[in-house]
Protein backbone atom coordinates (compact mmCIF):
# COMPACT_ATOMS: atom_id res chain seq x y z
CA UNK A 1 0.00 0.00 0.00
CA UNK A 2 1.49 3.75 -0.95
CA UNK A 3 2.04 5.69 2.11
CA UNK A 4 -0.03 8.81 1.26
CA UNK A 5 0.39 11.20 4.36
CA UNK A 6 -2.37 12.80 6.36
CA UNK A 7 -3.49 14.36 3.35
CA UNK A 8 -4.34 11.06 1.50
CA UNK A 9 -8.16 12.57 1.03
CA UNK A 10 -7.26 15.51 -0.75
CA UNK A 11 -4.89 13.32 -2.89
CA UNK A 12 -7.54 10.56 -3.76
CA UNK A 13 -9.73 13.20 -4.11
CA UNK A 14 -8.23 15.15 -6.73
CA UNK A 15 -7.49 11.58 -8.37
CA UNK A 16 -10.47 10.48 -8.02
CA UNK A 17 -12.83 13.96 -9.51
CA UNK A 18 -10.27 13.70 -12.20
CA UNK A 19 -10.96 9.95 -13.21
CA UNK A 20 -14.85 10.51 -13.07
CA UNK A 21 -15.01 14.09 -14.88
CA UNK A 22 -12.56 12.49 -17.81
CA UNK A 23 -14.52 9.18 -17.70
CA UNK A 24 -17.73 11.03 -18.29
CA UNK A 25 -16.15 13.50 -21.00
CA UNK A 26 -14.99 10.68 -22.91
CA UNK A 27 -18.03 8.74 -22.43
CA UNK A 28 -19.99 12.11 -23.54
CA UNK A 29 -18.00 12.84 -26.53
CA UNK A 30 -18.54 9.08 -27.49
CA UNK A 31 -21.94 8.97 -27.25
CA UNK A 32 -22.23 12.35 -29.32
CA UNK A 33 -20.68 10.51 -32.44
CA UNK A 34 -22.40 7.39 -32.00
CA UNK A 35 -26.03 9.32 -31.51
CA UNK A 36 -24.97 11.60 -34.97
CA UNK A 37 -23.76 8.67 -36.66
CA UNK A 38 -27.14 6.75 -36.16
CA UNK A 39 -28.66 9.84 -37.59
CA UNK A 40 -26.46 9.96 -40.33
CA UNK A 41 -27.70 5.78 -40.97
CA UNK A 42 -31.28 7.08 -40.49
CA UNK A 43 -31.19 9.10 -43.13
CA UNK A 44 -29.55 7.04 -45.39
CA UNK A 45 -31.97 4.23 -44.78
CA UNK A 46 -34.95 6.60 -45.87
CA UNK A 47 -32.88 7.32 -49.24
CA UNK A 48 -31.58 10.61 -48.08
CA UNK A 49 -27.78 10.31 -48.81
CA UNK A 50 -25.25 12.98 -50.65
CA UNK A 51 -24.82 12.64 -54.48
CA UNK A 52 -21.26 11.66 -53.94
CA UNK A 53 -22.33 9.42 -51.17
CA UNK A 54 -23.98 7.17 -54.26
CA UNK A 55 -24.66 3.64 -53.20
CA UNK A 56 -22.34 4.41 -49.77
CA UNK A 57 -22.97 4.21 -46.16
CA UNK A 58 -23.63 7.74 -44.56
CA UNK A 59 -20.93 7.52 -42.44
CA UNK B 1 -0.86 15.52 -72.09
CA UNK B 2 -4.09 14.50 -70.10
CA UNK B 3 -6.17 17.42 -68.23
CA UNK B 4 -5.31 15.03 -65.11
CA UNK B 5 -1.99 15.10 -65.12
CA UNK B 6 -2.06 18.69 -65.38
CA UNK B 7 -4.11 19.46 -62.56
CA UNK B 8 -2.89 20.55 -59.73
CA UNK B 9 -3.01 18.47 -56.71
CA UNK B 10 -3.84 20.24 -53.46
CA UNK B 11 -1.15 20.71 -50.74
CA UNK B 12 -1.74 19.75 -47.41
CA UNK B 13 -3.11 22.57 -45.99
CA UNK B 14 -6.20 22.26 -48.63
CA UNK B 15 -6.69 19.04 -47.20
CA UNK B 16 -6.53 18.98 -44.20
CA UNK B 17 -8.93 22.15 -44.73
CA UNK B 18 -11.65 19.85 -46.59
CA UNK B 19 -13.76 18.45 -44.12
CA UNK B 20 -14.38 15.23 -46.19
CA UNK B 21 -10.59 15.11 -46.66
CA UNK B 22 -10.19 15.19 -42.73
CA UNK B 23 -12.77 12.81 -42.34
CA UNK B 24 -10.70 10.17 -44.29
CA UNK B 25 -6.97 10.86 -43.06
CA UNK B 26 -8.11 11.51 -39.43
CA UNK B 27 -9.86 8.21 -39.06
CA UNK B 28 -7.25 5.62 -38.45
CA UNK B 29 -4.55 7.94 -36.04
CA UNK B 30 -8.11 7.35 -33.58
CA UNK B 31 -7.17 4.27 -32.56
CA UNK B 32 -3.60 4.22 -32.08
CA UNK B 33 -3.63 7.70 -30.58
CA UNK B 34 -5.81 6.76 -27.80
CA UNK B 35 -3.67 3.09 -27.29
CA UNK B 36 -0.73 5.75 -27.15
CA UNK B 37 -2.92 7.98 -24.36
CA UNK B 38 -3.94 5.18 -22.36
CA UNK B 39 0.27 3.89 -22.36
CA UNK B 40 0.89 7.46 -21.49
CA UNK B 41 -1.47 7.68 -18.45
CA UNK B 42 -0.43 4.12 -17.25
CA UNK B 43 3.34 5.19 -17.29
CA UNK B 44 3.03 8.77 -15.70
CA UNK B 45 0.75 7.13 -12.80
CA UNK B 46 3.25 4.61 -12.28
CA UNK B 47 5.89 7.24 -11.71
CA UNK B 48 3.69 9.48 -9.96
CA UNK B 49 3.17 6.56 -7.25
CA UNK B 50 6.17 4.65 -7.23
CA UNK B 51 9.45 6.67 -8.74
CA UNK B 52 8.30 9.95 -7.94
CA UNK B 53 8.93 11.39 -4.12
CA UNK B 54 5.68 11.30 -2.41
CA UNK B 55 6.59 14.68 -0.50
CA UNK B 56 8.87 17.77 -0.97
CA UNK B 57 9.66 20.65 1.60
CA UNK B 58 7.23 23.40 0.18
CA UNK B 59 4.03 21.50 -0.29
CA UNK B 60 4.90 18.64 1.94
CA UNK B 61 2.96 15.04 1.19
CA UNK B 62 0.07 16.71 -0.98
CA UNK B 63 2.93 16.45 -3.78
CA UNK B 64 1.06 13.73 -5.81
CA UNK B 65 -2.06 16.39 -6.66
CA UNK B 66 0.86 17.97 -9.12
CA UNK B 67 0.25 15.59 -11.15
CA UNK B 68 -3.25 16.19 -12.00
CA UNK B 69 -3.01 19.72 -11.43
CA UNK B 70 -0.92 20.95 -13.85
CA UNK B 71 -1.67 19.21 -16.83
CA UNK B 72 -5.36 20.97 -16.29
CA UNK B 73 -4.11 24.04 -15.69
CA UNK B 74 -1.68 23.68 -18.98
CA UNK B 75 -4.55 22.09 -21.05
CA UNK B 76 -7.04 25.18 -19.65
CA UNK B 77 -4.73 27.56 -20.82
CA UNK B 78 -3.31 25.27 -24.18
CA UNK B 79 -6.53 24.54 -25.39
CA UNK B 80 -7.63 28.11 -25.61
CA UNK B 81 -4.58 28.56 -27.66
CA UNK B 82 -6.32 26.31 -30.32
CA UNK B 83 -9.43 27.60 -29.95
CA UNK B 84 -7.86 31.21 -30.72
CA UNK B 85 -6.00 29.80 -33.78
CA UNK B 86 -9.02 28.56 -34.99
CA UNK B 87 -10.90 31.82 -34.91
CA UNK B 88 -8.44 33.62 -36.27
CA UNK B 89 -8.57 30.62 -38.81
CA UNK B 90 -12.42 31.59 -39.24
CA UNK B 91 -12.22 35.33 -39.75
CA UNK B 92 -8.75 35.55 -41.63
CA UNK B 93 -8.49 32.90 -43.82
CA UNK B 94 -11.97 31.61 -43.72
CA UNK B 95 -10.78 28.07 -43.26
CA UNK B 96 -13.61 25.50 -43.48
CA UNK B 97 -12.64 23.31 -40.49
CA UNK B 98 -11.53 26.33 -38.12
CA UNK B 99 -15.14 27.24 -36.60
CA UNK B 100 -15.63 23.47 -36.23
CA UNK B 101 -12.43 23.05 -34.59
CA UNK B 102 -13.69 26.17 -32.34
CA UNK B 103 -16.94 24.83 -31.57
CA UNK B 104 -15.64 20.97 -30.87
CA UNK B 105 -13.00 22.29 -28.14
CA UNK B 106 -14.70 24.65 -26.28
CA UNK B 107 -16.45 22.07 -23.93
CA UNK B 108 -13.11 20.11 -23.14
CA UNK B 109 -11.26 23.02 -22.35
CA UNK B 110 -14.34 24.14 -20.08
CA UNK B 111 -13.78 20.68 -18.50
CA UNK B 112 -10.38 20.80 -18.36
CA UNK B 113 -10.27 24.53 -16.83
CA UNK B 114 -12.97 23.02 -14.00
CA UNK B 115 -10.56 20.34 -13.20
CA UNK B 116 -7.22 22.74 -12.86
CA UNK B 117 -9.81 24.59 -10.97
CA UNK B 118 -11.26 21.60 -8.76
CA UNK B 119 -7.88 19.82 -8.03
CA UNK B 120 -5.96 23.46 -7.28
CA UNK B 121 -8.67 23.52 -4.45
CA UNK B 122 -8.68 20.64 -3.17
CA UNK B 123 -4.61 20.99 -2.88
CA UNK B 124 -4.93 24.92 -1.59
CA UNK B 125 -6.89 23.43 1.41
CA UNK B 126 -4.27 21.37 3.09
CA UNK B 127 -1.21 23.81 1.82
CA UNK B 128 -2.95 27.20 2.07
CA UNK B 129 -5.63 26.59 4.91
CA UNK B 130 -8.17 27.60 2.20
CA UNK B 131 -10.06 25.81 -0.92
CA UNK B 132 -10.35 29.20 -2.74
CA UNK B 133 -8.66 33.09 -2.37
CA UNK B 134 -10.12 35.80 -4.47
CA UNK B 135 -6.21 36.14 -5.95
CA UNK B 136 -5.17 36.45 -9.65
CA UNK B 137 -4.14 33.06 -10.70
CA UNK B 138 -7.51 31.53 -9.63
CA UNK B 139 -9.57 34.48 -10.06
CA UNK B 140 -8.39 34.63 -13.67
CA UNK B 141 -8.82 31.17 -14.10
CA UNK B 142 -12.45 30.87 -12.85
CA UNK B 143 -12.79 33.82 -15.55
CA UNK B 144 -11.38 31.59 -18.47
CA UNK B 145 -13.88 29.25 -16.98
CA UNK B 146 -16.67 31.38 -17.58
CA UNK B 147 -15.64 32.46 -20.84
CA UNK B 148 -15.19 28.99 -22.18
CA UNK B 149 -18.65 28.83 -20.68
CA UNK B 150 -20.27 31.72 -22.42
CA UNK B 151 -18.69 30.70 -25.79
CA UNK B 152 -20.01 27.33 -25.47
CA UNK B 153 -23.56 28.88 -24.72
CA UNK B 154 -22.95 31.27 -27.78
CA UNK B 155 -22.63 28.65 -30.06
CA UNK B 156 -25.74 27.00 -28.74
CA UNK B 157 -28.19 30.20 -29.48
CA UNK B 158 -27.82 29.97 -33.22
CA UNK B 159 -29.05 27.43 -35.36
CA UNK B 160 -27.28 29.54 -38.43
CA UNK B 161 -23.45 28.02 -37.16
CA UNK B 162 -22.24 30.30 -39.97
CA UNK B 163 -22.90 33.07 -38.38
CA UNK B 164 -22.39 31.33 -34.92
CA UNK B 165 -18.87 30.55 -35.99
CA UNK B 166 -18.26 34.26 -36.93
CA UNK B 167 -19.42 35.74 -33.77
CA UNK B 168 -17.51 32.72 -31.35
CA UNK B 169 -14.49 33.54 -33.35
CA UNK B 170 -14.74 37.39 -31.91
CA UNK B 171 -15.59 36.16 -28.76
CA UNK B 172 -12.66 34.24 -28.34
CA UNK B 173 -10.05 36.25 -29.61
CA UNK B 174 -11.29 39.25 -27.34
CA UNK B 175 -11.13 36.78 -24.42
CA UNK B 176 -7.86 35.68 -25.42
CA UNK B 177 -6.76 38.45 -23.65
CA UNK B 178 -7.46 36.83 -20.40
CA UNK B 179 -4.72 34.28 -20.86
CA UNK B 180 -1.66 36.60 -20.89
CA UNK B 181 -3.65 37.44 -17.72
CA UNK B 182 -3.80 33.89 -16.02
CA UNK B 183 -0.32 33.23 -16.80
CA UNK B 184 1.32 36.17 -15.85
CA UNK B 185 -0.73 36.88 -13.03
CA UNK B 186 1.64 35.13 -10.31
CA UNK B 187 4.23 37.63 -11.67
CA UNK B 188 2.53 40.14 -12.03
CA UNK B 189 0.17 40.58 -8.21
CA UNK B 190 1.20 39.30 -4.69
CA UNK B 191 -0.88 35.73 -5.11
CA UNK B 192 -0.93 32.75 -3.09
CA UNK B 193 -0.38 30.71 -5.60
CA UNK B 194 3.16 30.03 -6.41
CA UNK B 195 5.15 31.38 -9.16
CA UNK B 196 6.10 29.43 -12.21
CA UNK B 197 8.61 26.44 -11.27
CA UNK B 198 9.36 24.57 -14.59
CA UNK B 199 9.96 27.34 -16.97
CA UNK B 200 11.89 29.67 -15.20
CA UNK B 201 15.24 31.44 -16.31
CA UNK B 202 18.34 28.78 -15.21
CA UNK B 203 16.17 25.74 -15.43
CA UNK B 204 13.14 23.88 -13.69
CA UNK B 205 13.15 24.11 -10.09
CA UNK B 206 11.90 20.68 -9.08
CA UNK B 207 13.88 17.02 -8.56
CA UNK B 208 14.12 15.30 -12.08
CA UNK B 209 12.13 12.49 -10.79
CA UNK B 210 9.28 14.93 -10.19
CA UNK B 211 9.89 16.57 -13.47
CA UNK B 212 9.78 13.60 -15.79
CA UNK B 213 6.83 11.87 -13.77
CA UNK B 214 4.62 15.44 -14.79
CA UNK B 215 5.95 15.76 -18.44
CA UNK B 216 4.74 12.46 -19.17
CA UNK B 217 1.46 13.37 -17.23
CA UNK B 218 1.25 16.45 -19.65
CA UNK B 219 1.87 14.21 -22.45
CA UNK B 220 -0.82 11.97 -21.69
CA UNK B 221 -3.36 14.62 -20.85
CA UNK B 222 -2.32 17.09 -24.31
CA UNK B 223 -2.73 13.46 -26.26
CA UNK B 224 -6.08 12.74 -24.59
CA UNK B 225 -7.33 16.20 -25.57
CA UNK B 226 -6.30 15.76 -29.10
CA UNK B 227 -8.15 12.31 -29.59
CA UNK B 228 -10.92 14.38 -27.83
CA UNK B 229 -10.84 17.13 -30.25
CA UNK B 230 -10.55 14.73 -33.53
CA UNK B 231 -13.49 12.98 -32.44
CA UNK B 232 -15.28 16.03 -31.65
CA UNK B 233 -14.21 17.76 -34.98
CA UNK B 234 -15.45 14.49 -36.85
CA UNK B 235 -18.76 14.34 -34.82
CA UNK B 236 -19.39 18.15 -35.83
CA UNK B 237 -18.99 17.72 -39.26
CA UNK B 238 -21.28 14.82 -40.01
CA UNK B 239 -23.89 16.44 -37.31
CA UNK B 240 -23.79 19.43 -40.23
CA UNK B 241 -23.83 16.79 -42.92
CA UNK B 242 -26.99 15.33 -40.81
CA UNK B 243 -28.65 18.83 -40.61
CA UNK B 244 -27.84 19.35 -44.10
CA UNK B 245 -29.24 16.60 -45.35
CA UNK B 246 -32.03 16.32 -43.20
CA UNK B 247 -33.29 20.03 -44.33
CA UNK B 248 -33.18 18.99 -47.98
CA UNK B 249 -35.28 16.49 -47.44
CA UNK B 250 -37.79 18.52 -45.60
CA UNK B 251 -37.93 20.94 -48.57
CA UNK B 252 -38.10 18.01 -51.25
CA UNK B 253 -40.78 16.75 -49.08
CA UNK B 254 -42.77 20.59 -48.95
CA UNK B 255 -42.15 21.21 -52.91
Known sequence: MIELGPHAAYIVGAYAGVAALLAALIGWVAWDAHRVRQQLRALDARGIRRRSDSGGTAA | ?255
Open chain 2, 1 to 255: MSLDSTAKKPNWFSRLAHPGEFLRWSGPWILPLSLLTALLFAIGLWLAFFVSPGETENVGTTLRIIYMHVPNAWLSQFVYGVMAVAALGTLVWRHPLADVANKAAAPLGAAFTALALFTGALWGRPTWGTFWEWDGRMTSTLVLLLIYLGIIALWRAFDDQLRAGRIAAIVTLVGAVNIPIVKFSVDWWQTLHQGSSVLVTGGPRMAPTILWSLAVMMLAFTLLFLVLHIVSIRTEILRRRATSLARQAAMGADA
